[in-house]
């Protein structure tokens, strides 16, 4: 299959390290359906080409998908974009989770964000996720 039109940028002002960057926004393409299960990513080389970085950057970027269970390599094929079916069993996905939320609560504490509101803001980002998905979903029919 053919690449997915995916634009991935690297902000190297980003206190971010290029390959998390790379991380999540591919595994943004996969959960707003942007990239379906199938889908092929450039191979490293064309890719640390067009975004100017080290081919060892990609491939860590790559890895790191692929043990998270975004994307599977097929030898002498290249990566693919995996079926979304977690590898992760629903203790090891609270694990994954639960930092990252208290990140999240923290930082809505910080800026006087109240329980009412965060719920509400983050209700309304699982409902724009959700029209994402539908609009792709459109798109490929």
């Given amino acids: 299959m053919p690449h997915p039109i995916m634009i991935l940028s690297i902000n190297f ?5 290029a390959y998390l960057q790379l991380v999540d926004q591919v595994k943004a393409a996969a959960a707003s359906g942007a990239a379906k299960p199938g889908d092929s990513l450039p191979p490293v080389r064309q890719l640390a ?4 970085l080290n081919r060892n950057t990609v491939a ?9 269970g975004v994307i599977e390599t097929a030898a002498g094929k290249g990566c693919f974009f ?14 994954v989770l639960i930092p990252e939320i208290d990140s999240l609560v923290v930082k809505a504490h910080h800026l006087q964000v109240g329980n009412a509101e965060l719920r509400k803001l983050v ?8 029209t994402v998905r539908e609009k792709h979903a459109s798109k490929k029919n």
């Fill in 13 to 17: 002002n980003s206190a971010n390290p």
């Fill in 49 to 52: 080409e067009q975004l100017r």
């Fill in 60 to 68: 860590k970027a790559y890895t790191e998908l692929e043990s998270q």
């Fill in 82 to 95: 995996r079926a979304n079916r977690s590898p992760f069993n629903a203790e090891k996905k609270r694990e």
């Fill in 123 to 130: 209700e309304e980002r699982l409902d724009a996720l959700a």
